[in-house]
């Protein structure tokens, strides 16, 4: 079983919106944070966001370049962390891909999923 698959990847105009899935299986979804993280081409693998549980809540982290514009989000009842993508730019044009970790190193990827942004 597949321990993460992304979708709701596609090609949009700049400004446009898309939301991202992020469904979860096995241990994955138990661990202590889950993230995205993109790769642009031609580019290094980049940390976008995550969600972490602490022991008493969850936080968010965003990368600086697209604080305000996305947000990370999880529902526990289907196991699936989004990533809703607002006021998108050329420069977001990546494949995206979810990732779970219970320590330093993501530890469980999906497969990405290919975002396009059209200016």
């Known amino acids: 079983q597949v321990p993460l698959a992304e979708?709701?990847?596609g090609l949009v105009q700049?400004?446009?919106?898309?939301r991202l899935s992020c469904a979860a299986s096995g241990g994955a979804f138990s661990s202590q944070t889950i993230g995205w993280l993109r790769q642009p081409?031609?580019?290094?693998?980049e940390f976008v966001a995550s969600i972490n549980w602490n022991g008493y809540t969850?936080?968010?982290s965003y990368a600086d370049s697209v604080k305000?514009?996305?947000?990370?989000?999880r529902d526990g009842a289907?196991?699936?962390v989004y990533l809703q993508m607002n006021n998108l730019k050329p420069e977001d044009t990546a494949i995206y891909y979810c990732a779970a970790k219970t320590s330093t190193n993501y530890q469980y990827w999906g497969q990405g999923t290919?975002?396009?942004v059209a200016s």
């Open 7 to 9: 979708s709701g990847g």
């Open 14 to 18: 700049a400004g446009g919106s898309l």
């Open 41 to 45: 081409p031609g580019k290094e693998r």
């Open 68 to 73: 305000g514009r996305f947000t990370i989000s």
């Open 78 to 80: 289907k196991k699936t």
């Open 114 to 116: 290919q975002v396009t």
């Open 58 to 60: 969850y936080t968010t």
